[in-house]
């Protein structure tokens, strides 16, 4: 997706050890007006699956989750790592090691807005290593609840997340897939 | 604002102690249809004042941030309450105490994405007792920057919150005022 690829060829940082820095439209400054072109290309991609409900990890994937969420016509869950006094006791939970953070990082949805009856449509900023996507994917299964796709903005196909998750036998969309972050460079995929 | 507030009466939760529960369409599942429309009428309420960047705190907030900087035409900058190794090393940094997780939070803000030029409009899911956003001032007036505005959706007038926010001079604003929450009641302002 041309948009977003130029938003990273201008204004990208490569930090090293495969972190790309794009806090100025995705992480920490948000380009609403990107967002909402990005959540149109997802939800476009599964218009078609009966998506009942988008799930994402705070606090990045939220962008995005709620702009895909809003063209598709459904709601949006975002799982919680630290859990509110209005959670109840009882959740559904996993942990996922996070790149940014380095540290462990727990991943918690209330039963309350996980059903059955869903047809989840994972969405998050980055496929890495595929790990948080696992953990999420987790929490849907331990509701019962149905995984019909999972779309991010950017792939690091370098890292592998794909062949972790390709396993689950549904479609996997990125926007934008970087081959190789070797050597300071950002190299995206033909 | 009659969407919200019809919102609140039929999935609203009052959890005691001046915690209103609204998880169901802010703060863990979100209903994209109406964050467009409450961001869309935040921006209207603050249309006139010059608004260059929408700033909020993670987490709740950036859903209706988002939204109303969308309407507004300008990027929204959500602080952040851990620090992702993306940031730099000096950055504005406040704390704030946390109603809903019982604890001291911090509230960072990269020097990169607040600017003596900009002209602030702070949004957030509740005003209770003006803690957060006082902390979200006090970045605003680190960088140089300039404040012109405060609009949020659910404010708790019974905590006060306003009082200790009206010495800024600043037009406040909140799309549901809600007056009283004794006795496991929620009864909206008049």
Do not use: W
């Not at 041309?2 to 490569?14: D, M, P, T, V, Y």
């Not at 909402?36 to 699956?49: I, P, T």
């Not at 196909?157 to 300071?184: C, N, W, Y």
């Amino acid at each position: 997706m041309e948009a977003l690829k130029e938003r990273i060829r201008r204004e990208g940082r490569n930090l090293g050890d495969g972190i790309l820095k794009v806090d100025s439209f995705i992480n920490h400054q948000v380009d609403p007006q990107l967002m909402m072109v990005v959540g149109q290309e997802l939800a476009k991609q599964f218009a078609s699956l009966g998506v009942t409900k988008v799930l994402t990890a705070e606090i990045s994937g939220i962008a995005p989750a709620l702009t895909t969420a809003l063209a598709l016509g459904v709601p949006v869950v975002y799982a919680r790592k630290t859990k509110p006094i209005t959670m109840p006791e009882c959740v559904y939970r996993q942990t996922a090691p996070s790149h940014t953070k380095g540290r462990r990082v727990e991943l918690m949805v209330s039963p309350e807005f996980l059903h059955p009856s869903d047809r989840i449509l994972i969405v998050d900023d980055f496929l890495a290593t595929g790990q948080t996507i696992s953990a999420l994917v987790k929490l849907v299964e331990e509701a019962g609840a149905k995984l019909v796709g999972i779309g991010v903005l950017i792939e690091k196909s370098f890292e592998g997340g794909r062949k972790r998750l390709e396993r689950l036998g549904v479609p996997i969309k990125s926007l934008v897939d970087i081959a190789d972050m070797s050597d300071g460079r950002i190299v995206f995929a033909e």
